[in-house]
């Protein structure tokens, strides 16, 4: 007879850390969480769309992440699971291997947790997957299903990727935390590449102590990924979570592009500055002007070279299996040369060394993680801009859920900071999580 949980199974929304706490006093629960996340995901997927394939065995296994179930994005490889990319074209594709972060994970113990919704080849061109909060409107993209899985609470715990904003924009749409870690601190091997320059791994949670141990336990390098840069190691107490860093010195950075940004959008973020300056933040506005004037085109220009080096092959071999929307972005890809290239990568490097130094004296940078909330429609996922300029110099990102706007749809902050300084922004974003204080709970989408 198999052991029966002694207490009440874990609610939906509970974080990683909290879930460890109690699968430690308790280590029959963490199975009964994992088979009622199955049950409620099942219930909720017809509406939801957020996965390609679920799991077929939760029962919890031992390790570090033991009974944790992780959502993992469709174009990161899965040995037992489908890995169809989002793309008609790997329908029934099952890797010979699970990609390394995978493999990782299954170390560490964690249930893998099915697989979730992408764009495209993690490019433009959306899957089904509606917004949780209301299903009207996109969840963002292009890890579309892992942000809006995590929203539910349905699992804790989920990977994306990040080639522009497809962690930090999706997090803040679905009001979830998101953290993108500095470039090359995840090995991408077994992860189906866009730009080799720009893709990173990342994840969504319900907590910042929840992305800050899932660094702490993934981060590493591969002999597949020729751009890792290791970390700094660090660990995570399962109790106390990371050291909050208080009264931080934040940057606040607007960007050019300040005034498209929605009215409600604009009206959170200012009592986001008054409450944390109220709170002992010191806190001063900074522009990074050259930064913002390589936003988009430096970073357009990589990701449209690579991404069509990576794919105008496989759409001469399968033009009907391809979007229009992906065709339109490698013949404009064609259409960028060399010597842009090239300039553009240069505009990359000079950007990347200069952060640091005009970074000096910041803890890290407080500034929007997207324009608004998510578009109405399904047919877009929403603009990348206030996150794109931190992926091109491979800054370490988290979005904080921060409030909501006009529709009812989550808005949020983005908390960034230098290159490699991962632990030090997360530091920084654990004591702004717990001086908002802001929680906003489960979608409605949750109580149907």
Request: glycine share 10%.
């Amino acid at each position: 007879m198999s052991q029966q949980s002694k207490l009440p199974t874990p609610k939906a929304g509970a974080g990683v850390l909290e879930l460890l706490r109690q699968f430690a006093a308790d280590p029959a629960a963490a199975s009964a969480y994992g088979e009622d996340c199955l049950k409620r995901t099942q219930r909720i997927e017809p509406q939801l769309k957020a996965f390609e394939y679920l799991p077929r065995d939760v029962t919890a296994k031992s390790g570090p992440l033991g009974g944790i179930p992780v959502a993992i994005k469709d174009i990161i490889a899965t040995s037992d699971m489908p890995t169809t990319n989002g793309s008609a074209i790997y329908r029934d594709h099952v890797p010979d291997a699970d990609a390394w972060v995978v493999a990782r994970l299954r170390d560490l113990g964690a249930t893998i947790f099915g697989k979730t919704v992408s764009t495209e080849f993690a490019w433009r061109h959306p899957g089904p997957t509606v917004n949780p909060w209301n299903p009207a409107h996109t969840p963002g993209g292009s890890s579309s299903g892992s942000a809006a899985a995590v929203a539910l609470g349905l699992v804790p715990l989920a990977l994306g990727t990040q080639t522009l904003g497809s962690v930090i924009r999706p997090a803040a749409f679905n009001g979830v935390v998101g953290f993108k870690p500095s470039f090359g601190a995840i090995p991408r091997t077994g992860v189906h590449p866009l730009s080799p320059s720009l893709d990173h791994v990342g994840f969504f949670a319900r907590r910042v102590d929840d992305a800050a141990l899932a660094l702490s336990l993934l981060a590493g390098t591969s002999a597949g990924d020729l751009h890792g840069r290791p970390l700094p190691g660090f660990d995570v107490d399962i109790d106390q979570g990371v050291a909050a860093l208080p009264r931080p010195r934040l940057a606040v950075v607007r960007f050019a592009k300040w005034e498209r940004a929605e009215a409600e959008q604009k009206t959170v973020f200012e009592a986001v500055i008054d409450k944390l300056r109220s709170a002992g933040a010191a806190i001063e506005e900074i522009e990074l002007r050259a930064l913002d004037a390589a936003n988009p085109d430096a970073i357009t220009t990589i990701m449209l070279s690579e991404a069509t080096t990576i794919f105008s092959g496989l759409i001469a071999r399968f033009p009907d299996r391809v979007s229009d929307v992906m065709k339109g972005h490698v013949e404009s890809g064609r259409g960028k040369t060399a010597m842009e290239y090239l300039a553009a990568k240069a505009v990359q490097a000079a950007r990347q060394a200069a952060l640091a130094q005009e970074l000096d004296g910041f803890d890290a940078v407080l500034t929007l993680p997207a324009f608004g909330e998510a578009p109405r429609g399904l047919d877009w996922t929403g603009d990348a801009e206030y996150c794109a300029p931190w992926t091109f110099v491979g800054a370490p990102a988290v979005a904080l859920p921060a409030g909501f706007g006009k529709n009812g749809l989550p808005l949020g902050i983005q908390i960034t900071g230098a290159y490699r300084n991962d632990l030090h922004v997360l530091r920084v974003a654990k004591w702004v999580e717990a001086t908002l204080a802001f929680d906003p709970g489960l979608p409605p989408l949750a109580r149907e």
